[in-house]
């Protein structure tokens, strides 16, 4: 139960303090070196996992009432990041722009118009961001056209309607879904080309339906579904179709705030040869003439200079991003889009199983398509920070290759990586890989190599191939091709293995890390304090009268700032008097040594709090309490002081993991 980190940011010092971050650092698109501001303000906390990356998150409104900090800002790329942080306003080294600490916004989720340029862009600073997956239940809006996250088409029967097929469904099916999907007559972009007519005896299925909406969480209002050709659509759930504002090819839902219930769209019947298709779904709001990077909730924010209101309906057919995601990311250097291409689950083999630019959905298992994760890259100027498929064809890096150098601007430059954390177990690729190189070297294996060591070098190895191909395609353009080794922030041994790669390197004629450009780790930190070990003290907090909130700050601030507490949890959780902070600094410290090595900069992949109880934990107080640390405002100070002790230990680019989902 990872929480959410953009609210943290709001509840927080931390608007402040990555306000300061995002517009006051040096940036362009230049690898130029950040400027810093003073880091002060009251100790507070967070805590997090290194391990296995938390999907789950929390979208939580909190107090902005807290002192402000402006923690230094890593320094980027090849330059080495300064613990003297000068004046927090300075010239930027990129633009010679002047530097001001700006506090962060408060605006829906969202994105923006795909083929605009973000008006106005502040530089961008060495920070990051993790782009949750599209799902249907997240509360992210990442574009205009709600159809673009929904979820698969669902088989389904009306058990009451005459001469009804609802009957012997197979173990698990019912009316709801009869779980023939692979029965549907889909074109090439996923829409029902046509349903079983009423006598057909050999599915039971007469309709299909998607899930746009779940949670709880929705706009309340009057959305709006365009769609192509000729049939029948109805709405359940939290919708009703408005049918007097309603006409054909275009329908006005009605939606309510209701939480237990998601919003469904059905096509109940469609016409063969002009079938239903090319179906958007816009929620309320737009965004005024004169800039449609910015979100307007109606016509009353619009009007003269700001120009006329224009709804999401009616925006430029290239303008795909919703103006909340665009805001979110200004002056972010990179987005991540690890989540948004499925990569932990990937099967993607060859390039013609990717998910096409043009598809109903990019809520599939193949994630969403490269054209349009660089489409946003462009429009939100941010390097696409992109990974790989773990099962990816050398024809496919090929193409997968040919794409970003196409089509993304030539002032961005690509963030790439092989798989994601290959040195983790929870994940069916590490296995997948663990075997790959038990076959590649069958006399390491006869001479007992050890095993972790040999998936070690081979994911080193694929690593150097992948980007080898990449940066081939790019050509004289290959500079703009960072090539990112992800390894265990806990463990230098991890960071050490793939770097040296002594296995793979009697092949290459060198070891892989002369091949490598970025060491990235991710340093979450307080992850421990969910383990068995120690939940009978942790318990004990619960009957404190803030419910060990202050108790649980002190243990991930240690003694730095509170008085007369000692970390309580050190001797079995960080080992360290410190508490979770200073267990993170280290880690931070040792992989800089490591990439030290290899001249190569040390980069966060992911980081910060991830208070996550474990899988299947009953306990709802602990859920409580991380929640409530999650949205108080000391949170923000805990960013702070990780944000001041990354560049401190060396480190560059920091890629916070993650934007929005719900809490669980």
């Known amino acids: 139960m990872a929480l959410n980190l953009l609210d943290a940011l709001r509840a927080s010092t931390l608007a402040f303090a990555v306000g300061g971050l995002v517009s006051g650092c040096g940036g362009g698109g230049t690898d130029d070196t950040a400027t810093q501001a003073s880091a002060t303000g009251s100790p507070a906390a967070v805590g997090g996992t290194d391990g296995a990356s938390s999907t789950v998150q929390e979208t939580a409104s909190a107090d902005s009432s807290s002192s402000t900090v402006a923690p230094p800002a890593p320094a980027d790329d090849g330059t080495s990041a300064s613990t003297t942080p000068p004046a927090a306003t300075a010239a930027d080294s990129g633009t010679g722009d002047p530097v001001t600490v700006a506090s962060a916004t408060n605006t829906p989720t969202g994105s923006a118009a795909g083929g605009a340029s973000v008006k106005s862009a502040p530089a961008r600073s060495s920070l990051g961001i993790n782009l949750g997956a599209l799902d249907y239940y997240s509360p992210t809006l990442p574009t205009i056209d709600l159809m673009k996250k929904a979820a698969g088409w669902l088989t389904q029967c009306n058990p009451y309607a005459a001469g009804n097929t609802c009957k012997g469904f197979a173990t698990g099916a019912s009316s709801y879904d009869t779980l023939e999907e692979s029965s549907i007559d889909l074109d090439a972009d996923g829409w029902p080309r046509s349903l079983p007519a009423a006598g057909d005896t050999t599915r039971k299925f007469r309709s299909v339906a998607t899930i746009l909406l779940s949670g709880g969480w929705q706009q309340a209002g009057q959305y709006v579904v365009r769609y192509d050709g000729a049939g029948t659509l109805a709405y359940s759930g939290v919708g009703t179709r408005n049918a007097a504002k309603s006409t054909a090819g275009r329908d006005v839902v009605d939606v309510v705030n209701t939480s237990g219930s998601g919003l469904f769209l059905a096509i109940t019947a469609t016409t063969p040869g002009n079938y ?214 806990a463990s230098t041994g991890s960071a050490n293995s793939v770097l040296n790669c002594t296995v793979a390197a009697k092949t290459l004629g060198q070891a892989c890390g002369k091949s490598i450009d970025v060491l990235a780790i991710a340093p979450y930190f307080g992850g421990y304090v969910s383990a068995a070990k120690l939940r009978s003290t942790v318990s004990s907090w619960y009957a404190q009268a803030d419910g060990g909130l202050n108790q649980l700050f002190s243990e991930i601030m240690g003694t730095e700032g509170v008085a007369a507490v000692a970390a309580p949890l050190a001797s079995g959780g960080s080992g360290a008097a410190g508490g979770a902070r200073a267990q993170i600094h280290g880690w931070m410290s040792a992989n800089k040594a490591v990439a030290d090595q290899f001249k190569i900069p040390l980069w966060a992949y992911e980081g910060g709090r991830g208070l996550t109880p474990p899988g299947g934990d009953t306990d709802t107080r602990l859920v409580a309490l991380f929640t409530a640390a999650n949205r108080d405002p000391h949170m923000g100070a805990a960013y702070a002081r990780m944000l001041a002790d990354w560049p401190a230990a060396g480190g560059q680019t920091f890629a916070l993991y993650n934007d929005l989902a719900t809490p669980s």
């Open 276 to 489: 239903v298709r090319n179906i958007r779904v816009y929620p309320p709001g737009g965004a005024c003439a004169s800039d449609l990077t910015t979100y307007a909730a109606s016509a009353a924010a619009c009007g003269g200079t700001a120009g006329a209101y224009v709804a999401f309906e009616n925006f430029p057919a290239g303008s795909i991003w919703h103006p909340a995601l665009l805001t979110e990311l200004k002056g972010f250097r990179t987005a991540r889009f690890m989540d948004w291409q499925r990569t932990n689950s990937s099967k993607v083999v060859d390039w013609s199983q990717r998910t096409p630019a043009t598809a109903r959905s990019w809520n599939t298992p193949a994630g969403a398509p490269i054209e349009q994760i660089v489409s946003l890259a462009n429009t939100a100027n941010v390097d696409p920070w992109v990974n790989v498929p773990t099962y990816a064809s050398d024809d496919y890096v090929t193409q997968f290759a040919q794409v970003l150098h196409q089509k993304l601007a030539s002032n961005l430059s690509v963030n790439l990586e092989y798989s994601n954390e290959p040195w983790n177990y929870a994940f069916p690729a590490t296995h997948w890989m663990y075997d790959q190189a038990q076959a590649a070297w069958p006399a390491e294996v006869a001479a007992r190599t050890d095993a972790y060591l040999l998936q070690a070098n081979w994911y080193a190895n694929r690593l150097v191939h992948v980007c080898n191909i990449v940066k081939g395609q790019f050509g004289a353009d290959s500079a703009r091709v960072r090539c990112i080794a992800n390894t265990q922030a």
